[in-house]
């Protein structure tokens, strides 16, 4: 099982055990002082045990006896119940144990104990068969020293006695040896029942223990180390001081002697530099940290008689993550973070200045991860968690880099005709102010194409493709994305058709031309025949002239006729 360090505290009581408060003669009140299993009940026979011979008898290995432990060479311890097979019954419950196991071996228990403190023990000894000796040793674990002698028969009886821890002996050993039997059996022989031990208190108490959190979890966990010489400071609900005190070298405090009533309970950080309080309230109230950020807790004694042993305190180291916003090269200011840690809940928040960066402060050790909130205007945001870990003692910051890309715009072509017409199918093309060829869009049946994530700059589009039956436009258009987009930007473009044969329709798309029909005209030659009746004139010169002298002449003839008719 788990131990806490608090288990040694002389304040704590922690694990009190049921039923061990008590008053004495005195009229102070004992508490029962961190004894475990003191009668033997808490024993797993089903997983440790086997049977020694006898019903109801067995030899359970020491691991399965809580808190109990043996030299026994075989490291069992003899468990008896009721109803065993020589009907002894047991002192308190239902179990009990026999010293002369299968194998002679003291049976002890390791307490922590706080120095000068005065304990008060107890237990019940009985013979199996006759007069049976045993003895307590109490001491330091490599140097426990005889303190009381039990011989009893067959009858149970009990021995109490008192125990003030020594100077620096912040553990202490309670052992239990076997020392004759009546018949000579070294495995045979010297029950035992009802170990206790007590401390005496006057007044109301209240306190408990102090410890690093080296893991920041808020919860105390084994090997972690207590923290001693811590001041704490008790004050009533109205803020007047009643008591100082310190750690001890096992982390722990106490107020005596109180009056019952409301408390503020103060522990003083004891170098703000370096260590903060862990988490607050996480656990039972046995295993947690009470106090706030500032080391402020609040406890309540209900009467003079009442012990409040549950007002711990874990310190812990704090660390520092400092995060770095670029573009690239160029550092970003008022980027927004939030810090988140494993559970996903937000423990801090911070915004990068000028140089682009955050630092923050406070991080106990654990697991985180960083979330952009809100990106620097023109930038989009982040939707990455970088992930990182504070460890317990850390000098030095985490550093972290978050880049962020600028915003993108969209581009919309608008085609028409001169009737404001939506025309699709036409291929733009669109270029950067370097010239470089970004893509090709075409024109749906709205009319639009669309181009998105474009970075802010300069940017021109040429015409490609026109639709079927407009002319193409041969001049670029330019166009810009502004920083921080947040509209896009829109083009319309014109087209104008191919001048149409119908001039009343002039936007009525001209269809294309059919291939020209050539035609080859038929030319019949036509023969003149001489007159051979006329004179032959002298050929003088070219007859040419002549034909042309006679077609005239019969051209004013026909002339003079049709006058004549009308």
């Known amino acids: 099982m788990k131990q806490r360090w608090i288990v040694g505290l002389f304040f704590l009581l922690l694990l009190m055990l049921a039923g061990g408060l008590k008053a004495d003669a005195t009229g102070n009140w004992e508490f029962s002082w961190m004894i475990k299993n003191a009668d033997f009940e808490n024993v797993n026979i089903a997983e440790y045990g086997r049977n020694a011979g006898q019903p109801n008898v067995w030899y359970v290995n020491q691991d399965g006896v809580e808190a109990w432990a043996t030299s026994n060479p075989s490291g069992n311890i003899e468990v008896w119940q009721n109803g065993n097979g020589e009907h002894v019954p047991a002192f308190s419950g239902t179990n009990f144990i026999e010293l002369n196991s299968d194998g002679p071996g003291p049976v002890y228990q390791d307490i922590k104990t706080v120095p000068g403190s005065t304990l008060k023990w107890s237990f019940a000894h009985r013979g199996r068969n006759g007069s049976d000796v045993a003895e307590l040793l109490i001491g330091a674990p490599d140097n426990p020293l005889p303190i009381v002698t039990a011989e009893d028969g067959t009858v149970w009886n009990t021995y109490s006695g008192t125990y003030v821890v020594p100077a620096g002996q912040t553990m202490t050993r309670l052992t239990f040896n076997p020392v004759s039997t009546s018949h000579g059996n070294l495995t045979i022989g010297n029950f035992l029942d009802d170990v206790n031990l007590y401390i005496d208190v006057a007044g109301a108490q209240l306190g408990d223990y102090v410890w690093y959190d080296t893991n920041g979890d808020g919860i105390q966990n084994d090997g972690e180390p207590p923290a001693a010489n811590v001041q704490v400071e008790l004050y009533t609900k109205n803020n007047v001081l009643v008591k100082t005190e310190t750690t001890n070298d096992i982390g722990a405090y106490l107020f005596t002697g109180l009056l019952a009533g409301e408390y503020h309970v103060k522990f003083i950080n004891p170098d703000p530099s370096r ?292």
């Open 275 to 566: 260590y903060t309080f862990t988490k607050q309230k996480v656990g039972d109230e046995n295993t947690d940290s009470d106090p706030d950020k500032n080391g402020n807790a609040t406890a309540n004694l209900a009467s003079i008689r009442d012990f409040n042993a549950t007002i711990d305190a874990g310190l812990t180291t704090i660390g520092s993550v400092i995060i770095h916003k670029v573009d690239q090269d160029k550092k970003l200011a008022d980027a927004k973070f939030a810090v988140q840690d494993s559970a996903g809940t937000t423990v801090a928040s911070g915004t990068t200045n000028e140089d682009g960066t955050v630092q923050i402060d406070g991080l106990t050790p654990g697991n985180y991860s960083i979330q952009e909130t809100a990106a620097p205007t023109g930038y989009e945001l982040s939707q990455a968690r970088t992930p990182f870990t504070i460890t317990y003692g850390q000098t030095a910051p985490v550093e972290l880099t978050v880049t962020n890309q600028l915003k993108t715009g969209t581009l919309i072509i608008h085609k028409t005709n001169t009737k404001n017409q939506d025309l699709e199918n036409a291929t733009f093309e669109v270029f950067d102010e370097k010239n470089q060829s970004i893509a090709k869009i075409v024109t749906n049946k709205s009319g639009t194409a669309t181009l998105n994530g474009l970075l802010p700059g300069s940017y021109y589009v040429k015409e490609r493709e026109a639709p079927d039956g407009y002319q193409l436009k041969s001049d670029s258009i330019p166009f810009t994305i502004p920083f921080n987009p947040t509209t896009p930007v829109t083009l319309t473009v014109q087209n104008t058709v191919v001048p149409a044969n119908n001039p009343v329709t002039p936007d009525k798309p001209q269809p294309k031309p059919a291939t020209p029909v050539i035609v080859t005209p038929t030319i019949t030659p036509v023969t003149v025949t001489p007159n051979t009746t006329a004179d032959k004139l002298p050929e003088t010169g070219d007859r040419s002239a002549d034909v042309a002298q006679l077609l005239g002449l019969a051209l004013l003839a026909t002339s003079l006729l049709l006058t004549r008719r009308k």
